[in-house]
């Protein structure tokens, strides 16, 4: 560490000094130049309408992810069921046939259980509340079965505004609902 102090003279005039003080690793100038508060408000609002944009195309991501996961889940469900019919010859009972296995999760074959078709019955993404009773909901019709899950992105393309007859209506009505269904292949 050596220091320099020395005063340089712009144009010829004395009374128009600046001072630097030099060392090794710094160098300071004072030069009275910065930012205004105009330039500051302006710099915050534009990071404050980014970082909105950012935020909203983000929660409707997380929006689609949940329902790409119910579709994934009822198609798994339906994949259970089908295979069960080709066993069996018929769908299942209504949820309480479903649950006699040793899980009360389980879809098996009763009373034996020896062939299970699907381990778990999954559960809706947002909570833990299982099939049946509001997130999924299964039944059997004249024409087969409906499987039913209400999605949260109200701009899905395989969105129904209407449930079927007999589904909870805990996903709105038309022209609000957001009805997911899938019905026997």
């Known amino acids: 560490g050596s220091q320099k102090i020395y005063e340089n003279h712009e144009s010829g005039s004395m009374n128009q000094a600046r001072t630097k003080i030099h060392?090794?690793?710094?160098?300071?100038h004072n030069s009275g130049r910065g930012f205004t508060l105009v330039e500051l408000l302006i710099v915050i609002a534009i990071?404050?309408?980014?970082?909105?944009?950012?935020?909203?195309?983000?929660?409707?991501?997380?929006?689609?992810?949940?329902?790409?996961?119910r579709?994934?889940?009822l198609r798994q469900i339906q994949s259970a069921l089908e295979l069960y019919r080709a066993?069996?010859?018929?769908?299942?009972?209504?949820?309480?046939?479903?649950?006699n296995c040793s899980s009360s999760t389980a879809l098996g074959n009763a009373p034996t259980c020896t062939t299970i078709y699907m381990k778990k019955i999954p559960s809706d993404p947002l909570g833990t509340t299982a099939y049946n009773s509001g997130n999924y909901y299964y039944a059997i019709n004249?024409?087969?079965?409906?499987l039913v899950a209400c999605l949260e992105n109200s701009n899905d393309k395989d969105i129904t505004l209407t449930p079927p007859t007999g589904a909870p209506t805990n996903c709105g009505t038309a022209p609000n609902g957001k009805y997911y269904v899938l019905t026997d292949l």
């Open 71 to 73: 579709k994934s889940n």
């Open 47 to 69: 990071i404050g309408v980014l970082s909105t944009l950012l935020m909203a195309n983000f929660l409707g991501v997380r929006e689609r992810s949940r329902d790409a996961q």
């Open 142 to 146: 004249l024409n087969g079965y409906d």
């Open 87 to 99: 066993d069996v010859g018929s769908y299942p009972p209504t949820s309480p046939g479903l649950k």
């Open 23 to 28: 060392n090794s690793k710094f160098i300071i």
